[in-house]
Every structure is written in C-alpha cells, then in structure tokens.
C-alpha cells in the first residue's frame, strides 16, 4: 500500500517528466519554426540578394536577434505564457530568416549531415545529463567563461580573417556547446524537482519555454559550429 509520501514522490516525478516532456516539444517546434522560414527564405531569390547584398539589413535583423533573446532571457519568467510564447516563436522566425544563407553558402547534403550529427550528439548529451550523477551544474562558471571567450574571438577574427584562429573556434565551439547542452539539461531538472507537484499553469508554461530556449539556443550553435566543420561549400 502506497504511502503519503509514496504519492507525493510520485507526484513530483510525474511533473518532472511533463515538465521536461514539454521542454523538448517546444524545443523541437521552434527548431521546425526555424527550418521552415529558413528553407521558405532560401527559396526565394529577391529575399535572398537583398540579404545578401544589403548588410545593414542583415546586420539590423542579427542586432533584433540578439536584442530579443537577450529580453526573453531576463523577462521570461515574468511575461505572460501568451507573450513567452509569441516571443520564443518571434525568436525561432528571426533566427530563420539569417540562417535562410547557409542554404546558400553550404549544399543541402552536407547541411542535412551536420544537423544529423548536431541532433544525434545533442541526444547523447541530454540523455547523459539525465542519467548521471555527477553535479554538472557547477560547470556554469567555465562555461560561461568559455562562452565570452568564443565571442570575443570570433569578433576578433572578423577583422584578422584567420582560417587556424577560425578552425580554433569552431573546435572549441562544438565542445562549448555540447557541455552547455549537458549543463542547461541538469538545469532543467533542477527546476523540475524545486517546482515540484504545485507549479501552476503560468509558471508550467513559462518554465517550459525558458528551458525550450536554453536548449535551442544550444543545439542552434552546436550545429552551425558543426556545419563549419562538415559543411561542403556551394
């Protein structure tokens, strides 16, 4: 016979696993959110040149990226679940109207490899996160670190054009975010055992989406680090 606290841990266990059931479904429709636009943008040619041809409109729409994801990260958890999701859904669209130009610049076998390769060590990492029991969480700092680093390489680089320093970041870019996806994932769990079985609907769905863009966030970047390594160009 079931006690109290048999009920309560099973309880607990059962949003946990929703919790991080919902995380990767909204993970997943905002990678689709992001394939679609992308391959829709790619398709059309007039978009495309002016993308292309016009860098402060791309530049303008990079800027509107960053400046979104940066305001979900510091607001999500008090917006609305209608505006979280309007936001994370915003964010998967601009997303894919700049990555609409690896289409152009990679061929399609060599994209649908890397992403193949991004989402089968994805798994990997996320399964393990879940499974081991090791504290990944007190990774945070380096890898934060790691993270400021890269960008700052990569800014420096744009104007040193240096193939070994671009090689370099790609490398360290691919394993950055391999152990940010096993971070983020303990994370998420983190959250699910703190709720436990009284979270409300609100807080559900905000929790969900702000762990659906940690994780997107991670597997974007593992895969276009990847793509740099894999990718053939057109």
């Known amino acids: 016979m079931a006690t109290r606290n048999d ?6 266990f059962a949003v946990q696993r929703s919790i991080l059931k919902n995380v990767y479904l909204w993970m997943t429709a905002g990678l689709a959110i992001t394939g679609v636009v992308a391959f829709y943008i ?12 016009q860098p402060f409109l791309f530049f303008a729409l990079v800027i509107a990226e960053f400046g979104l994801v940066f305001f979900l990260t510091a607001r999500l958890h008090t917006m609305s679940p209608g505006a979280a999701t309007l ?3 915003a964010y998967a669209v601009l997303n894919g109207v700049t990555l609409s130009l690896i289409f152009v610049a990679y061929t399609g076998a060599s994209i649908a490899r890397a992403f193949f390769v991004a989402a089968a060590t994805f798994g990997v990492m996320s399964v393990w996160a879940m499974t081991t029991k090791k504290d990944l ?3 945070g700092n380096y890898l934060f670190m790691g993270l400021v680093g890269i960008i700052i390489a990569s800014l ?17 870019g691919v394993f950055l975010f391999l152990g940010l996806t096993a971070y983020d994932t303990q994370i998420i769990q983190r959250w699910s055992r703190e709720l436990g079985d009284s979270v409300g609907e609100a807080d559900y769905m905000r929790v969900s989406i702000m762990g659906a863009l940690k994780l997107y966030l991670d597997f974007i970047n593992l895969f ?5 390594f894999l990718g053939r160009r057109n």
């Open 156 to 172: 420096v680089n744009m104007f040193l054009r240096s193939s070994g320093l671009d090689w370099l970041i790609s490398f360290v």
């Open 224 to 228: 276009l680090f990847l793509l740099r």
């Open 42 to 53: 790619a398709s059309n040619t007039q978009i495309v040149q002016a993308l292309a041809t």
């Open 87 to 89: 936001g994370f859904a």
């Open 137 to 139: 969480t007190r990774m």
């Open 7 to 12: 009920a309560a841990v099973v309880g607990t």
